[in-house]
């Protein structure tokens, strides 16, 4: 404070004269001076309340009230201000005793002199300290909000002083590194904590950063808790110092735990690696339907043109009894690739697995105990039910195969709101209401390596002749087809679960038409057969042809297409494969229907008409391997303009 300043002082102080005699004082060196005197401490808290005084002045001992009781009222009030004592006679020791007890300075009134020295030094100082406790007021918010940034992003810092061999972890540090309150840390725990397979990636990025200019390295890798004995993948950055010699001297960085996002890439890349194989299979399985279009065509054209007593009939009927049940394993191909055709409905899945139960129990056997397990408020989805049906059965047998000397299966409904927080740490989950279906069993279980394969088409843990190692990767299929997300949890000797997850039905869902039945319809009008497999377009001409129909046939789109311009006549169908070189039967259908929008389309795909939803014309479908009756019956409804006759999968 400095002269000609307003100068605000609470004098407590019972003689009047002495009073105006310490303002006369304070106005003679320059101060501009508002004073308030008080006697008592009722007046003295009165004021303290009342204003922000500069300075407290007061005489040592008065009639009514003191310097050491005003002193204690100043200090209980919380107020940083000067107290300086001005007495007429006191003693060194009270002087002293007075300081002590937390007086600024004292002087004699006859010595008033040093008063504007001591109150502007008292108040200078007091201003001194309000600015540091400001500052460290504010360092500790800072740090209070520093705190709180690094808890919220789960950031651990580390200090790792070699030369002056102090270790400095926070607390969210030693979560990630598995430490109990009060463990002692050393730089030996910190190495060995890191998994063996990790340390020498870890020690190649300290390397460079040792050799580098700036001396900054960032690793991930696995840490096993030192404690807990949990496996974490922390991702680390930092910076070596080192000393005059060049030697690493001091380690500081910050540690992250991302074991959530890894096991989020391990999840995709596991994804990745199914669309993968399930694009081969799909694309196997369609090849491989268009054969057994021609062999189960053929054989049952052959069937039908013998007596019931030929000898051939017997070897065609084994034929295409064969065809159908390699057609079974296509059609287990394509719902593992999801291009299986299903017809999917509201299930109420507690009805459907009581209704489930008894086959349930006669496929386990007597040493099987199964509970069934439902929960009321599990509610409905949109699937296939004999899909779902498969999906119970082929779970059902692969657990009673794991417990071959007996055991427990318990199959449990539950529903479940994914919020947002399980959908970020499951990466097929959207956020939502669920039916849960929980398989468990008492078998033998699974390692992780195994584990990482179950999905996959045939991969199979048992012996040769003893499955297909199709079960698992069918299920798969069904589960991804219908919407849903599937997860096994397994270990060694500790028995397998496997969890299913399908979007609660929410509305009306439209019923899937039931295929029709009766005789087979004949025609006279002209059918465009565009097919690139030569065996199914040969197929396809001749069932149509033998009854009645006109057939141009043509191996791919472009084709077609030049069919279509230049046939003089008049052209009633296309019947046309999806998938074909070139040009795709869905691209050659909306070119066709611009140049003949009079004619009806059919498109055929060993794929389900849920993939090529934008193939379809009026909801006219084909799926292979057809029989004759079914291809025909499709045609006319098409020509006639009906709705489509839904084929058995």
């Not at 002045?57 to 107020?79: K, N, V």
């Not at 009645?548 to 019947?575: C, M, Q």
Request: aromatic share 6%; glycine share 8%; charged share 25%.
């Amino acid at each position: 404070m400095t002269p000609g300043q307003p100068l605000k002082i609470l004098q407590v102080e019972d003689s009047e004269s002495d009073a105006a005699l310490i303002v006369r004082q304070l106005e003679r060196a320059g101060y501009n001076v508002r004073a308030r005197r008080v006697e008592d401490a009722a007046e003295m808290r009165q004021a303290l309340k009342a204003e922000d005084w500069d300075v407290v002045i007061s005489d040592h001992r008065m009639a009514q009230f003191d310097a050491p009781a005003a002193l204690l009222i100043l200090q209980h009030s919380g107020r940083d201000i000067p107290f300086v004592v001005v007495s007429g006679t006191i003693s060194q020791e009270l002087a002293v005793a007075t300081m002590k007890s937390g007086a600024n300075d004292y002087l004699l009134k006859s010595d008033l002199a040093r008063l504007a020295p001591v109150v502007e030094r008292e108040i200078r100082e007091a201003r001194t300290r309000h600015q540091r406790r400001q500052a460290e007021a504010e360092l500790r918010e800072s740090q209070e909000r520093l705190a709180l940034a690094v808890e919220a992003t789960q950031l651990g810092t580390f200090d790792f002083d070699l030369a002056g061999g102090r270790i400095v972890w926070s607390e969210a540090c030693r979560r990630h590194f598995g430490l109990s309150e009060g463990s002692e840390l050393t730089l030996d725990k910190y190495r060995n904590a890191i998994h063996s397979d990790d340390r020498a990636r870890l020690d190649a990025a300290l390397r460079a950063a040792k050799t580098s200019s700036q001396g900054r390295y960032s690793a991930e890798f696995r840490a096993i808790g030192i404690d807990d004995g949990i496996e974490r993948w922390l991702s680390v950055w930092g910076h070596i110092f080192s000393d005059e010699k060049g030697e690493t001297a001091r380690y500081v960085g910050i540690s992250l735990d991302v074991t959530s996002r890894k096991h989020l890439e391990d999840q995709l890349r596991q994804a990745q690696k199914l669309e993968s194989v399930g694009r081969l299979a799909g694309g196997v399985a369609h090849d491989f339907n268009n054969l057994l279009t021609v062999i189960t065509g053929y054989s049952q054209m052959g069937m039908a043109e013998l007596s019931p007593d030929h000898p051939l009939r017997e070897s065609l009927a084994e034929i295409s009894a064969a065809a159908a049940r390699a057609g079974e394993l296509t059609r287990q191909l394509l719902t593992f690739s999801r291009r299986q055709a299903s017809h999917a409905e509201p299930i109420e899945i507690n009805a459907l697995l009581r209704n489930f139960e008894k086959m349930l129990g006669r496929l386990l056997g007597e040493e099987i105990e199964l509970t069934i397990k439902l929960d009321p408020s599990a509610g409905r989805f949109v699937a296939d039910p004999g899909q779902v049906e498969q999906i119970i059965m082929n779970l059902a047998v692969n657990a009673r195969d794991a417990m071959p000397r007996g055991g427990k299966l318990w199959i449990e409904t539950s529903s479940i709101y994914a919020d947002s927080d399980f959908s970020q740490g499951h990466l097929s989950v959207k956020e939502g209401p669920y039916v849960v279906i929980t398989v468990t069993d008492t078998g033998s279980g699974m390692t992780e390596e195994i584990r990482a394969h179950i999905f996959e088409p045939f991969f199979t843990t048992k012996e040769p002749g003893k499955g297909t190692g199709l079960g698992l990767s069918t299920v798969w299929g069904i589960v991804q087809q219908s919407s849903g997300s599937i997860w096994v949890y397994s270990e060694p000797g500790r028995g397998t679960t496997f969890k299913l997850m399908f979007p609660l039905a929410a509305g009306p869902v439209e019923h899937t038409a039931s295929p029709r039945t009766g005789e087979v319809p004949s025609g006279a009008e002209t059918v465009l057969v565009a097919e690139d497999e030569a065996g199914v377009r040969k197929y396809a001409r001749q069932i149509l042809e033998r009854f009645g129909y006109v057939v141009l046939a043509v191996s791919n789109g472009r084709e077609a297409l030049r069919t279509a311009r230049e046939y003089p006549g008049k052209i009633d169908l296309l019947l046309t494969d999806i998938v074909m070189p070139q040009m795709s039967g869905a691209d050659l259908a909306a070119k066709f229907s611009e140049l003949r929008p009079e004619a009806a389309v059919i498109c055929m795909s060993g794929y389900s008409d849920r993939v090529w939803p934008e193939a379809q014309r009026d909801g006219h479908f084909l799926q292979k391997p057809f029989t004759p009756a079914q291809l025909l019956q499709q045609v006319r409804a098409a020509l006639d303009g009906r709705e489509p006759a839904r084929q058995n999968p």
